[in-house]
């Protein structure tokens, strides 16, 4: 940043200042990750000079041959990542991932079947106040209200009952497996499309830590920046058949040039995520997680479901009598980093809220293993269980920084 820093110093003190914060906290927010350097190189370089509407061989600008090459090279690194058949790496985000796939399956009006934001879905999958739940005639399943885990007969009921267009599944906050076949098998039974929005898992999805979705359901969304673990973007993978018209409803259907540093970027994340040691990072992400819940669960705190599969957890604090709010508040002044989240059965507004939402892969990427894992959740446990106590939330913030600051902010 010393060029900045000369020519900007304001911004260049804004970037400072929460590089520190990265740096010496613990970033426990389920859908974020760090990026490589060699990832921030390429999201910093000249390839942001230029418009390359169109695909490659297919622009609507000359001096586009790079870009070719490197649109490509991402294109053919998903493939292999997945084992797809076609890739579109073009979508600015997870959610323009989504707004492609209805563009291109889904009339106005049509059926739009997906999980409940409160039981752990996003917004872009027919809530009210996205345009997903007012373009189209949403209906969404719940979770089984005792295991608060999907119950595919539930899912199958409502199937049959709503004939949609497009079923959903994937999740922002549901911490267990999810079946992609069942899922399939739901659709076709109706005669539905099946997206899986795998923005949250991917990074387990392409390692096998979870199944992949991928060759299972009509179509595969997802983000390119959490567990994935690449610039901020979204992809879309589909068999051939589906090609021609996610491409389309990408370009032009939703976007105009695509952000050619980030596809760059995203090019070499998937590369990195080829690496055999990126199995080894997802491996480790999930094992961190299952020490992480049940440290907290030995703390005394409730867990939904009873624990986690995957890279997330989600805190039941009605058993502590404090809101998601105030948890993630005086969390915040320890150092420590976490959402506030609704939880299946919730009875408080999204800005209030019963739950937190906890997740590893930061802490993994920064290479913290089982042992500190044990620490934080310790740490979790104390603050959320004395939220009135100044004097340990500065003396907790002290040892996170201490323990933190150990730690890259780069991951190789
Ligand atoms: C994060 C997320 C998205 C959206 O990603 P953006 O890039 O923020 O638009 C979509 N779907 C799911 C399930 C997500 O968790």
Known sequence: MSYLAKTDPQIADIIEKERLRQLNGLELIASENLVSRAVLEAMGSVMTNKYAEGYPGKRYYGGCEFHDMAENLARDRLKKLFGAEHANVQPHSGTQANMAVYFAFMKLGEGLMSMKLTQGGHLSHGSPVSFTGQFYKVSQYSLDQKTEMLDYGIVDEMARKEKPRIIVCGASAYPRTIDFKAFQEIADDVGAYCMADIAHIAGLCATGVHPTSVGVTSFTTTTTHKTLRGPRGGAIMCNSEYAQAVDKAVFPGMQGGPLMNTIAAKAVCFEEALRPSFKEYN??????????????????????????????????????????????????????TVNKNTIPNETKSPFVTSGLRIGTPVVTSRGMKEAEMRQIGGWIATVVKDIHNEAVMKDIKMKVAAMAGRFTLYPD
Do not use: F, P, W, Y
Request: cysteine-free.
């Open 283 to 336: 491996k480790q992400i999930v094992k961190n997680a299952k020490v992480l819940a049940d440290t907290l669960m030995d703390g005394g705190l409730r867990l939904v479901s009873g624990g986690t599969d995957n890279h997330l957890m989600l805190i039941d604090l009605t058993t502590q009598g404090i809101t998601g709010l105030e948890a993630e508040t005086v969390l915040g002044k320890a150092g420590i």
